[in-house]
């Protein structure tokens, strides 16, 4: 009895341990299906549940100014941006060249008044602080490639008031003999030491340098011209004016033209403060008649001759007449060719209404000095 006892509890604990074995068995196979089906869950994500994304949202850019788009369109790494504020002024920005002389800025119209120009702040145009305008005597300089402007309007009662005459200065050639030249032409030779402290003082007193077609809008009656303003031009870009005078045009930074005979010269400008303009290409020769070549040429060969000096310079604009002689034909011809304006040798100022073909001029001569140059143009 004792030994079938013994027997039975020997199998009855063989029973548990297999019993025990098989449950640790099932259990280490569930463990081990658990443990596989997270390794796929982390790899292998079930259609069922997606995992979730690590990605950062694009962040939707800021939209480029006027500015900055004409900028980007241009590509340029001398490009400048000119945006403009005021009442009735362009809506868009434009394109200056940075270390170049301001270019053809707007001129814009506002009924019942007139335009006094640009200025680097809203105060400078209210207050129309003529030393602070701008405009295409004065070199395009810009911060982060973009530079803003404030335009500055006036009554027609203040430009009446005003009163502005524009002296056009005229000049022929120059010396360095304080006695000055011999010959008939004696007169055209202006001495250079006069001539720069002109030139100095024209500078250093805060006169204004109108340009071409800020002239031409003050003629229209659509443009502001301070009383303290005047034009510098030189005739025939004789050797001497590139030698001894534009240099000093060129160190005092003066807005200055050069009328040029371009069958005879048609090398660029010695200084970005130098504007070359013409004298026609072949017309400063007496014609038939003994006077000059374009009081005798007919308005068709006038204007051929005229396109022909254009496309030397790459400008047109203005013109001087050559021995100062015109009359109506070639003022035809300068019309069909392009020219608003001419220059003659009659002395006088340029006011509002002036004959745009028949500008005046302050024949400068030897022997004129700082004080008569003050007499002239104040």
């Not at 068995?25 to 869950?41: P, Q």
């Not at 980007?72 to 945006?83: L, Y």
């Amino acid at each position: 009895m004792a030994s079938r006892s013994s027997s039975r509890a020997r199998r009855k604990k063989r029973r548990i341990a297999i019993a025990v074995g098989v449950s640790a068995l099932a259990v280490g196979l569930i463990a081990a299906g658990s443990v596989v089906a997270v390794g796929l869950t982390a790899s292998e994500p079930s259609a069922a549940v997606p995992a979730a994304s690590t990605k950062t949202a694009t962040p939707t850019p800021t939209p480029l100014t006027a500015a900055e788009s004409l900028l980007q369109e241009a590509n340029d790494p001398a490009a400048c941006a000119v945006s403009f504020v005021g009442d009735s002024v362009p809506d868009e920005p434009m394109l200056q060249t940075q270390d170049a002389l301001f270019s053809y800025l707007p001129i814009p119209d506002r009924e019942g008044d007139v335009f006094a120009g640009w200025y680097p702040t809203e105060a400078d145009a209210a207050a129309h602080n003529i030393a602070a305008r701008v405009n295409g005597s004065d070199v395009v300089a810009c911060t982060d490639d973009e530079l803003t402007l404030y335009g500055g309007w006036v009554t027609p009662d203040e430009v009446t008031a005003e009163n502005t005459g524009v002296p056009i200065l005229m000049y022929h050639q120059f010396t360095t003999r304080p006695e000055g030249e011999d010959g008939w032409l004696r007169g055209n030779y202006a001495y250079i030491g006069d001539f720069e402290e002109q030139i100095t003082y024209i500078a250093d007193t805060g006169f204004y340098l109108p340009t071409w077609d800020e002239l031409s809008a003050f003629i229209d009656g659509r443009l502001f011209l301070p009383n303290r303003s005047v034009i510098i031009t030189d005739d025939d870009a004789d050797s001497s004016w590139l030698e001894l005078a534009a240099p000093v045009v060129d160190s005092h930074g003066v807005l200055t033209t050069s009328f040029v005979i371009t069958k005879f010269r048609s090398e660029g400008t010695p200084s970005k403060y130098v504007l070359q303009r013409s004298h026609t290409h072949d017309m400063h020769e007496a014609g038939a008649n003994g006077d000059g070549r374009m009081v005798n040429y007919t308005a068709e060969e006038i204007a051929a001759d005229m396109q022909t000096s254009a496309d030397v310079l790459g400008a047109k604009e203005i013109m001087a007449y050559p021995f100062g002689h015109y009359n109506d034909t070639a003022k035809e011809g300068l019309r069909r060719a392009g020219f608003e304006m001419a220059r003659t040798i009659e002395q006088g100022y340029v006011h509002v209404g002036t004959d745009k073909l028949a500008l005046p001029c302050i024949r400068m001569n030897y022997g004129m000095g700082l004080n008569e140059l003050i007499s002239l143009i104040g």
